[in-house]
Each structure stands twice: as C-alpha cells, then as structure tokens.
C-alpha cells in the first residue's frame, strides 16, 4: 500500500487541544528549563572531549586513529540510530524516551570514566551515542507539542542557544577539568547532571501524542535506513587507513547506496514507514537537513584540529586553550538569541545565507594561522565562527521541525539531530583525511629539505603519525639544536594540512550559502499551538 502524507494544514487531521498545563507537570517554559539539562549533557559531551583528546591519547597510549574514533565512534551511534530514535518517541511518547535517554547516557559516561584502556572509552562512547539518540529528538517532539505556535520559535530559539553554548562550551570546561582534576572527570561530570535531569522530567514533562501518531513499526525499513548510514559513515571514517581508492572502500559506499535506493522504495509501499517521503517534498525542510549536514563539516571537523594547534602547536594548556575558544562561546551565546528573534521577524533565509557566509569567512581566515600568529589574530576569526554558526542552528531547526507535521515530530527532531551527527563525523572523517594526506605528502619532503637525518619508511610513518596532531617527533636525549628544527618541521607541516583542511571547510560553508536561499518559515508550526497555553 503506499503511503500518503500531506504536508498542508488544510489536509491534516486537526491536533486535539489540551487543557492549560497546570502547576508543574506541562508548563511550557519548565519544560524547555528541563529538556535543555539534558540536551546540553549531550551537546557539550560533542566537544568537551576534543579538549580531553591530547590527555587521553597520551594516558591511554593512543593512536591518532584511536583518537578520531572517540568522537567518530559517538558520531557513528548518533547518526545511525537518531531517526529512528525519534520515530520511537513519536510511536510511545517523548517523555519514556527522553528520559531513558539522560539515564542511560549518564550511566555510560560514568562508565567511560572507570575505563583504563582506549578500547573500553570507545566503547562506552558508542553507548554513549545510542542514549543520545533517545533523548535529542524527544527534546525536540516535546517542545514542539508544549509550546503554542507564536512561542515555538522562541523556544526553538533558546534550545538552539543551548545547543550553541554547550558545544562551544565544552572547550572550555574540558580544558578546566582535564588541568584540575583528570580527563576522566570530563565524563563523571555528565553523572550529576543526568540525576538533576531526570528529577525535573519525571516532575515536570507531560507526555502529548498526536491523534494520528503512528501504531506500528517499519522494523524492515529501520534495517534498510541504519544499515545505509552505517555504511557511508563507516565508509568515510575507515577511507583514510584503507585509502579512498581501494576496493573496501567503494565496496562499503557501493553498499550504503543500494540500502538506500531499497529504503526509498519500500518507504512507498509499507502503510507506516519509517520516513514518509513525501516529507521532503518540502523544498525548505530538504534544505535545512542539507544545511545542517554542511554547517557542522566545516564547524565540526575545523575544531577537531584546532584543539590540536593551541596545545601542541602553540603549548598552551588545556585551560589556556579553552580560554582562547572563549570568543567563539561567547558570540554564540549573544548571537542565538539575537537570531532567534531576527528569524522571527525577518524569517530563516537572511539569517542562515549571512551566517554560513561569515562561517566561510571565519574558516578563510583559519586557514591562514600560523606557528607565531597571536591571540588577537586568532580571536578575531574563532568570534567570527561563532558569529556565523549561532543564527545556523537555530533557524535550520525551526527549518526542519517547523515544516514538518505534528505526528512526525520526532522523524523531523531525528533528522535535524542526525544530519548534525553525520555532517560532524563526515567532519571529522574528511578533513581529517585531507589533513593526513597533507602531511603524508609533505613531510618527507620538508624533512629532507631541513637537511634533518634521514628516516627509513617506517620511521617517517611513525613521524606522519605524530604530526598530524601537532607533535613533534623528537626522540628523547636529542641535541637542543637538532630537536628545535625538527619541532619547526613538524609544526610547519601540520599548520600545511591543518591551512588545507581549513580551506576545505571554507569551500563546504560557500555551498552552504546557495542552500540556505532555499529555506522559509515553517508551515506547520502551528500543529502544536493547542498543546499548552502560556
């Protein structure tokens, strides 16, 4: 049977309206108070282990490729498993699901802290990921349910201010714990905020279920769809080593395309599927999703190198370096409100064109720092990048989850969450191969050049290894002269991969540009309107 889905409100089945939320239990404003405990726990558990990156790898004896699968493990779990994830939370309530998403993602990230070894962190990392995927789409299907429709942009606004703030945030913070206190406190700290989390949902959140909320499941089409994002993300995560030319490689990208070609063609015949397509025949919605996949590749994958230039590059500590992120927290912490409240005037595209172009701008600019380039330098760009990405997430959400209709909250809370995940393990993945490949071809090269001892081929890939975090291969016992040469070789070649990836970044938010002139305002925000009065 093919499923049919209209996405103008004249069509729907009209939203039952429920009574006025009564002390606690329901009030739209504690509701956004108790969601976003959570959704900061996951927000800020996306970057405050970037800053804890260096201290593992160097506790737990960890490879630069060990490293990447910290944040690409998480990542994978994310993306894989968000959607359906959200259809969960639309099938048996938003609530059940966010709240087994904080106690289950709190438990694996005391787990993470209790691991002595790089195989157990990533591990829980991906456990981590799963009860992430619970909880962020939930967040979203319950805003959107509690809020009227002439405060959901609002509250959409503070939720993406959240969101904003913990990710930018989480430099900082990590970079206080990890000097302080330990790497492992970086993870034990999501433990008390879990508790504080599920004591307000359990007090406060109410659960709402559309009139038309789906009955059944599409298991064969999750299979299709998990089995799809597992392997394109695997494919690009795993290139790198196996190299973007080799048959396992294509094999694995060969796979994810014909799932998902399987996927879209049984999305039209099941009577409940997984993802109607007829959802993206909304132009606006298809391009938020677009916009989000583009806006956390370059925002993502940039940060994941520039924790490596400020402490190996430049030696600061974790504290210092988290410090210098400081201009990038704040301006997005100012800009998300200030854009909430201009998208709610002047409505997504502007905002989101102007955003993603002063990303583009802020990545250029990366692009160009150097070994000697001073804080005022660097401070100008990491503010410019923060200026940019704050009016990105918030209107690419009101985007997605505006235009979508009330019973498919949570789908549309999925995508917006993993097209974030996907672009940010597509970040990590594909500028983290450019930069690889940068310094695989640069380093012998520039060794030679610098007239430094040669290297037989196993050493050099050891010290290709080391350069592409920022460290210089310097053997203990080696002569002062000898060592501050090849610690200027090493720097040089990094900052060459770290210039190109960057510039590659720049490249992907000037895309993002075009895509954004396609967005506007949701068409049905107002599904929701008569969940809760204000």
């Known amino acids: 049977m093919t499923s049919q889905i209209t996405l103008d409100k004249a069509d729907r089945a009209p939203e039952p309206a429920s009574a006025p939320a009564k002390g606690l239990r329901g009030h739209p404003w504690l509701t956004l108070f108790s969601v976003a405990i959570g959704v900061m726990m996951v927000a800020l558990d996306g970057t405050i282990v970037a800053i804890a990156n260096p201290a593992i790898q160097k506790e737990l004896d960890a490879s630069f490729a060990d490293v990447q699968w910290i944040t690409n493990g998480y990542f994978l779990a994310l993306a894989v498993t968000l959607i ?3 259809k969960l939370g639309d099938r048996f309530g938003h609530r059940q699901t966010f709240l087994i998403g904080v106690v289950g993602f709190a438990a694996a990230s005391g787990a993470i802290g209790l691991s002595d070894s790089i195989a157990l962190v990533v591990t829980f990392r991906v456990f981590q990921g799963l009860f992430g995927a619970l909880l962020m789409p939930a967040a979203l299907g319950l805003l959107r349910a509690t809020f009227p429709a002439e405060k959901l942009n609002m509250a959409i606004g503070i939720w993406g201010m959240v969101i904003g703030a913990s990710t930018a945030g989480g430099p900082i913070l990590g970079g206080l714990l990890v000097q302080h206190v330990s790497w492992q406190s970086v993870f034990f700290i999501n433990v008390p905020v879990g508790v504080i989390a599920l004591v307000l949902g359990l007090f406060i959140l109410k659960d709402h279920r559309a009139e038309n909320a789906p009955r059944s499941f599409d298991v064969l089409g999750i299979v299709l769809l998990s089995g799809a994002m597992f392997c394109l993300v695997w494919a690009l995560i795993k290139a790198p080593t196996w190299g973007w030319g080799d048959d396992m490689t294509w094999t694995f990208l060969a796979a994810s395309v014909l799932c998902f070609a399987f996927f879209a063609i049984w999305e039209t015949r099941v009577k409940e599927p997984l993802i109607p397509l007829a959802l993206f025949r909304s132009v606006p919605l298809s391009a938020g999703v677009i916009l989000m ?4 590749i ?13 402490q190996n590059v430049h030696g600061m500590s974790p504290v210092d370096s988290g ?6 927290t704040g301006m997005m912490i100012v800009g998300s409100p200030l854009a909430g409240a201009m998208i709610t005037k002047v409505g997504p595209r502007i905002p989101l064109a102007g955003g993603m172009a002063l990303t583009a701008v802020a990545m250029y600019g990366m692009s160009t720092l150097e070994a000697g380039t001073g804080s005022g330098v660097m401070s100008l760009w990491f503010a410019l ?5 704050a009016p990105v997430m918030v209107g690419a959400t009101e985007v997605i989850v505006g235009n979508a209709p009330m019973e498919l909250s949570g789908v549309a809370g999925g995508l917006q969450q993993a097209a974030m995940q996907i672009g940010g393990s597509l970040g990590t993945a594909v500028l983290g191969a450019v930069m690889a490949s940068k310094v695989d071809n640069d380093l012998g090269g520039n060794w030679t050049a610098a007239q430094l001892p040669p290297l037989t081929p196993s050493q050099l890939d050891k010290a290709s290894e080391a350069v592409q975090v920022g460290v210089a291969p310097v053997a203990k016992g080696t002569p002062g002269v000898l060592a501050e040469k090849i610690t200027a070789v090493a720097h040089d070649t990094f900052i060459s991969g770290m210039s190109l990836a960057c510039l590659v970044a720049t490249g992907v938010a000037v895309v993002a540009v075009l895509v954004a002139l396609l967005t506007k305002r949701g068409e049905n925000a107002e599904a929701g309107a008569g969940a809760a009065h204000i």
């Open 84 to 86: 359906t994830a959200g």
């Open 293 to 296: 996949v583009l806006m956390a």
């Open 298 to 310: 370059a925002f993502m994958g940039g940060l994941f190198f520039v924790t490596f230039y400020l």
């Open 323 to 328: 410090l210098h992120l400081l201009p990038l």
């Open 385 to 389: 990048l923060g200026l940019g990405l």
